[in-house]
């Protein structure tokens, strides 16, 4: 099987003691591809220096809604800066996040508003996260010239997805789809079109069953992919590799 995992944290500090093993747990499992996902407001340096070490990895930076009350013209100079490196692949990840709110609503809204027009202009695709704000997203993604992207890690409804499919956004499925009582991400891995949809771990989180519990990790991009290939009643190796040539797609890789 051939995978791409479309989104990793394998930067964060809960890889300091096994990176290593884990990237070689990555190639063993089939995932040929990954992207690392870094945080421009922290330290994204260590995404770079993976993408710079590893063939197969690809880097991303922005500003998390959580962080959006550290937005200032130095991060925001960090993230051009960062675009500029021949491995970054996407601004992000980037959005609104009600759920937390761990920053205060408004400076998420223009922190998002403002890293897609950035994108836009430096011609870059976004990753965007979005929990329990559909309706405000939506509102912000129609009024800007939009740049290409994706839904990460989407726990919306098909309704909201179709929305997004629209905007020309890809969708893509974390984890989350494998856990139980998950019938409304079934629905979404049922009806994303072939060509719109991408898989990823977002590791170290929303590690799939059967491995739910345990720090996640590239590798486990599998069990989410044989998931969503049961779901749409389709071969495992044939939907991995439509999701594999999608991330391609997407990040000009
Ligand atoms: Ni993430």
């Known amino acids: 099987m051939i995978l791409f995992d479309t989104h990793t944290h394998i930067n964060d500090a809960r890889f300091d003691e096994d990176r290593a093993s884990v990237i070689e747990n990555m190639l063993a499992a089939g995932v040929k591809l990954a992207m690392v996902v870094g945080e421009a407001s922290k330290d994204h340096d260590i995404a770079f220096e993976l993408a710079e070490a590893y063939p197969f990895l690809y880097a991303a930076t922005g500003v998390h809604p959580h962080e959006a009350s550290k937005w200032s013209k130095d991060v925001e100079e960090r993230i051009v800066q960062a675009m500029a490196h021949p491995k970054a692949r996407a601004l992000g990840e980037i959005g609104l996040d009600y759920h937390y709110d761990l920053s205060p609503r408004e400076e998420q809204r223009e922190v998002f508003a403002r890293q897609l ?108 992919a044989r998931k969503i290939a049961e779901l749409r009643g389709m071969d495992a190796e044939e939907f991995a590799f439509a999701a594999y040539e999608n991330g391609k797609r997407l990040f000009g890789i």
């Open 117 to 224: 027009a950035m994108a836009k202009s430096l011609d870059k695709p976004v990753i965007v996260h979005i929990r329990e704000a559909h309706g405000e997203a939506m509102d912000i993604m129609r009024a800007c010239d939009l740049p290409r992207g994706v839904l990460h890690c989407y726990t919306g409804s098909w309704e909201s997805a179709k929305v997004y499919l629209n905007m020309g956004f890809y969708i893509s499925l974390s984890g989350a789809v494998t856990f139980k009582n998950a019938p409304k991400l079934a629905e979404v891995a049922q009806n994303v079109p072939l060509d719109r949809l991408l898989v990823e771990t977002d590791c170290p989180y929303m590690a799939p069953v059967p491995m739910r519990g345990n720090r996640n990790e590239p590798a486990f991009v599998e069990f989410t």
